[in-house]
């Protein structure tokens, strides 16, 4: 009789403990035929609403697995894109799932787009929402369009398999710039209160294809100030402000040495820039330094890089480019847009905290009166695999 | 931490009345022989009535004296019998039965001659295949070891083969497994005690241990625990090994059960206690840890290095077995986003067609799994074939191209199998493809948390199981460091300096010294430090 109560009482005990498994209440379980995988969002200001643009991958059209059919020979014709309009960007998701018979799946956003006008109108309460979604990934890649964001997503890229793949890869490569969700959410709540975001154009479509098989392409950066764009510059200044921000990882320089036929190219192997913030009886002033080995690529001279002089030479020339690409975008950047997207704030806060949190207020009208010094200095490491200039007799080569 | 080595009594002293068995059993032993020989033979007849195969031979010994020869047909080698028994006995001139008392003891060729002095004694030789030489005048009989009958030749055994080692396993014959033993340890301290279990088969077990190494406790408590076994009959070693286990509930064995005599040998020179029996080329070892099922013999035979990477191959392939497939049920269901885009869609774009959820199919998939291996191990080889093709192009191709099943989930099955196989011990390779079900079951309703539970579940089972009071989990848990070096890693044979604690606790050195070879630093070195010694 015991050993009987004593097994009914286990029996119990256990059903207690399973039933509290299901108390919980929330049972996210979804099979994944039933998810649409969103790879890109496209933010654009339609009027006063918002209009959201997903783009969606459909399996089916991937092949995959049915490779026995295969019927699938288009390629590139993998995503489609769906809008949803609304007050905001959460009503216009409500919207669009109302479109969708599969539930939206936030998991695999590669690249968040904003279209010019959206971002012209504020990017902040999107990017909260975007944030508060435990399904979004910081490490989406955050870009803005020079038109409407939809009609990048809608672009079929004929290599990779969404358009929100190639931004992905391209922001990746790190030619330019660069900023994923966690990044702008950091600059947005900086002391600078400036953003920096890459934009995308579409590249013209080739001759023969059809108008959506193209590829959306990094070309320049657009500025915020707070959160919202005010303009834009192009690749050349954006290496600029890449050394700046000591963001630069792949760069050419190419100069001409004074008195010399031909050009020289050089590549950066290794850059580094400093701020040295300084604070002088009132005036703030900024000392960039930048140091960078590089290699040369390519010598049309008829210099041989064997000559250290020549080296010494070849080096000065390539810091001044340098120096003249960094004071470009500093003209422009700091002078004219009134945008710290450099980071001088952080640094002055840093060093002097308690000057800077008397200016903080008025830290617009101090940023452009900052006197910038621009130091370079390049080494060359390695001249490549010859020493002489290649394709010219020995006596011509100026030792 | 002594409690450990004590192991666990399971054996209570039990004063129930005997059973019926047992009763029968006493009732026959008691009565002795008597000196007339016409009625000894009727009660042997009595006994063995209606068995065909029990021949009885009346003869006279030296001409006069009336005697009758009992055996069985097929247990015993006639041809010994024809050639050197019976001429000698028939033909001696012995009268009296002191004369009969020289002949047996003195001038017979024979070398295991054994007195039965009551009827059951009798009717155990008998059985056994030793003729029974009852003569008239005599409360005694004659038993001539001579019992011979068809056994297997010795053959590598085939569920524990290696590439390296050595190729002989145990048979069905006890004698024959004992001898392989006694061949791998000549040491007179390899003790065997025997005893006969079961009531009708009386099967012969013999417990062997190396005196001096294995403790005392254990071998107390397995002969406690065999000695209360009372059951009608023991067929396999398996019998033994539900019957003394600790926990009888647990999907995991807690006794090793091989075929090779090294792995015997082996597991003896650590203080650890192997039950023989006849009938059956299993032999049981005991106690066990997990981490020894997960050991082959081969990784002592292998260079170290190379015997380390495949254990952890193994640990990882024992994840897989376990887990594989209730991990790709949760992440498909549950966790979407820990994928790889690209993995992602590939695994979408298979499934899209399929009309099961991912649960379903990863259940359906694995009984089919399991339903092919056990036919594959009970199918007439001559139809095995079949299964393979059937296996392989229906289950495989076919399925995938019909929609049935996806292919990735496919590859997840076929590497779940082959990972189970990975585990050298068959019975604890097939206790984790048990588990694996509850384990989808699981991560197809609450996910990864599911998982969790489950593994949390099978390690707090596995971390209160004993075997035979040795902590199953250990050296892992309890945490014992200096005995780690033979589960995460496997060290070189001059390291093995100590016998792992647990088991063998009466004599911890296992070799001498610097054993590790050192050619270069001079022999004459080592050769001195002996001299030494």
Redesign the interface.
């Known amino acids: 009789m015991n050993k009987y109560k004593k097994r009914k009482k286990c029996v119990i005990y256990f059903f207690i403990c399973v039933n509290c498994l299901f108390l919980s209440g929330c049972w996210d379980r979804t099979e994944i035929n039933d998810l649409a995988l969103v790879t890109g969002i496209g933010i654009d200001q339609k009027g006063k609403d918002v209009m959201l643009t997903v783009q969606l991958i459909v399996p089916k059209l991937l092949g995959a697995g049915t490779s026995m059919n295969g019927s699938n020979t288009g390629g590139g014709g993998a995503t489609i894109v769906r809008s949803g309009t609304g007050k905001t960007l959460a009503d216009a998701i409500a919207n669009l799932q109302e479109k969708l018979p599969r539930r939206l799946f936030w998991g695999h956003v590669k690249a968040i787009v904003f279209g010019e006008k959206a971002a012209e109108a504020g990017i902040r309460p999107h990017m909260d929402f975007l944030s508060r979604n435990p399904q979004m990934r910081l490490r989406s890649n955050v870009l803005v369009a020079s038109g409407t964001a939809k009609s990048v997503l809608e672009l079929l890229p004929p290599i990779e398999q969404s358009s929100a793949e190639v931004m992905r890869e391209l922001s990746k490569s790190e030619i330019l710039m660069n900023a994923t969700l966690k990044d702008v959410l950091q600059m947005l709540s900086d002391d600078t209160r400036a953003a920096a975001l890459p934009m995308v154009k579409i590249l013209p479509v080739e001759k023969g294809k059809t108008k959506l098989e193209t590829i959306p392409f990094i070309n320049g950066t657009a500025i915020f100030k707070k959160d919202k764009m005010i303009g834009s510059i192009g690749d050349k200044l954006t290496r600029g402000v890449l050394w700046l921000r000591n963001e630069i990882k792949q760069a050419n320089i190419t100069v001409s040495v004074k008195g010399v036929k031909g050009k020289i190219t050089a590549t950066i192997i290794h850059a580094h820039t400093q701020l040295i913030p300084k604070y002088e009886k009132g005036s703030w002033k900024m000392v960039v330094n930048i140091t960078s080995q590089d290699d040369i690529l390519l010598n049309a001279t008829n210099f041989s890089l064997y000559n250290e002089q020549h080296i010494h030479r070849l080096e000065k020339e390539l810091a001044r480019a340098t120096t003249a690409r960094v004071e470009a975008a500093l003209q422009k950047v700091q002078k004219e847009m009134n945008a710290d997207i450099l980071g001088f704030a952080d640094a002055f806060h840093r060093k002097y905290p308690k000057e800077w949190n008397r200016v903080k207020k008025r830290w617009d009208e101090i940023f452009p009166t900052i006197e910038v010094t621009v130091k370079t200095k390049i080494t060359i490491q390695r001249p490549g695999m010859n020493t002489t200039p290649q394709g010219i007799p020995a006596e011509e080569v100026e030792k | 931490m002594r409690f450990f080595y004590q192991p666990r009594k399971l054996t209570k002293n039990r004063s129930e009345p005997l059973t019926a068995t047992q009763k029968e059993r006493q009732e026959e032993r008691q009565d002795a022989l008597s000196f007339d020989l016409a009625q000894n033979v009727q009660t042997l007849q009595s006994i063995y009535e209606n068995c065909s195969d029990v021949v009885f031979r009346p003869l006279r010994v030296g001409g006069t004296t009336k005697a009758t020869l009992v055996y069985i047909d097929g247990l015993v080698n006639v041809d010994e019998l024809d050639s050197i028994i019976l001429p000698s006995v028939m033909k001696s001139t012995a009268s009296d039965p002191l004369e009969m008392q020289h002949l047996f003891e003195q001038t017979l060729t024979v070398a295991n001659i054994q007195k039965a002095k009551t009827v059951a004694e009798c009717v155990e030789h008998i059985s056994s295949g030793h003729p029974i030489l009852l003569i008239d005048q005599q409360n005694e009989a004659f038993s001539f070891g001579i019992a011979k009958w068809e056994k297997r030749s010795l053959e590598e055994p085939t569920g524990e083969a290696v590439i390296r080692g050595p190729r002989e396993g145990f048979t069905e014959s006890l004698g024959t497994n004992l001898s392989l033993l006694r061949r791998k340890i000549k040491s007179p301290k390899l003790k065997t005690k025997s005893m006969k279990l079961g009531a009708y088969t009386q099967t012969n077990i013999i417990i062997a241990y190396i005196d001096g190494i294995a403790s005392d406790t254990l071998l107390e408590e397995v002969e406690a625990r065999l000695a209360r076994i009372d059951i009608d009959g023991i067929l396999e070693t398996s019998y033994i090994e539900e019957l003394i286990e600790d926990n009888p509930y647990s999907p995991f064995p807690q006794v090793l059960s091989t075929e090779r005599p090294d792995v015997v040998a082996a597991n003896l020179l650590e203080g650890r206690v192997a039950i023989l029996q006849d009938g059956t080329p299993f032999v049981l070892v005991v106690p066990v840890s997990f981490y020894s099922l997960l050991q082959s013999s081969e990784d002592y035979y292998q260079r170290h290095l190379v015997s380390t990477a495949i254990r952890w191959l193994r640990y990882l392939f024992l994840l897989i077995s376990l887990l594989l497939p209730s991990l790709y049920v949760a992440v ?3 966790h ?2 820990m994928v790889p ?2 993995l ?11 009309p099961f ?2 649960l379903v199919e990863a259940i359906i998939m694995e009984i089919v799994f399991e339903a092919l291996r056990e036919a594959g191990v009970r199918l007439p080889k001559q139809a095995g074939a079949a299964v393979s093709i059937v296996g392989a192009l229906v289950i495989g191709q076919a399925a ?2 019909a ?1 049935i099943v ?2 990735p989930m496919i590859i997840v099955v076929a590497l779940t199998g082959i990972a189970s196989f990975t585990i050298p011990r068959y019975t604890a390779g097939i206790a984790l493809r048990m588990l694996r079900f509850p384990m989808i079951f699981l991560a ?4 990864l948390l599911g998982i969790m539970l489950g593994l949390l579940i099978i390690l707090t089972h596995m971390a209160t199981l004993r075997s035979f009071g040795v902590p199953y989990l250990s050296p892992m848990a309890p945490m014992q460091g200096r005995e780690m070096k033979d589960v995460l890693i496997r060290v070189p044979l001059w390291k093995r300096n100590k016998r792992p604690r647990l088991t063998g606790t009466d004599n911890l050195t296992r070799q001498g010294p610097n054993q590790k070879p050192n050619p270069l630093d001079g022999d004459d070195k080592t050769r001195k430090e002996n001299r030494h010694d």
């Open positions: 498909l269901t549950f979407q986003e885009t690209t992602l869609l590939t695994m979408s774009a298979s499934r899209e067609l399929i959820p991912a995938v191209q929609g996806s292919a197809g309703s609450l996910g």
